[in-house]
């Protein structure tokens, strides 16, 4: 499964690259959300509760790392695995429930609900593959 591209994800996209208004940093940042929600295309990154604690940290996907694929229909562009590693319990909510990348704004590309996982005890982990897919009309 891929994350769903937000409208204020493809907006930031076609700018980027029709308009040459690149965000403050071209890098993009994988976080974790914790509120039991299913991201759409109109979700934006308010709609999302980011995970606290336990150890907790984002992670940033590095711009020229993707592999996008021109095979596959409809098109995508994945990014190597991440893992994301607990100290111990969250802080905020107990429970992650998927995985949404951010632009050097701040701004929500895309947004994934893919499984959850309770960190409880030191080492336990959060596994994902940023996966981002394109549609034509």
């Known amino acids: 499964?891929?994350?769903?591209?937000?409208?204020?994800?493809?907006?930031?996209?076609?700018?980027?690259?029709?308009?040459?208004?690149?965000?403050?940093?071209?890098?993009?940042?994988?976080?974790?959300f914790t509120n039991n929600i299913t991201p759409g295309t109109t979700t934006v990154v308010g709609d999302l509760t980011e995970?606290?604690?336990?150890?907790?940290?984002?992670?940033?996907?590095?711009?020229?790392?993707?592999?996008?694929?021109?095979?596959?229909?409809?098109?995508?562009a994945t990014y190597a695995q991440q893992t994301f590693t607990f100290t111990g319990a969250l802080t905020s909510t107990a429970t992650v429930y998927g995985y949404y990348i951010i632009d050097g704004n701040g701004v929500l590309v895309a947004a994934e609900k893919a499984g959850t996982i309770t960190p409880a005890n030191n080492g336990d982990t959060y596994i994902c593959t940023p996966k981002l897919t394109a549609t034509t009309a």
């Open 1 to 32: 499964m891929a994350g769903t591209f937000v409208n204020t994800g493809a907006t930031v996209m076609m700018n980027a690259w029709l308009n040459n208004t690149w965000p403050t940093s071209k890098n993009l940042t994988l976080k974790l």
């Open 51 to 76: 995970a606290a604690g336990g150890g907790y940290a984002a992670i940033t996907l590095t711009n020229g790392s993707w592999t996008v694929s021109s095979v596959t229909t409809p098109r995508q």
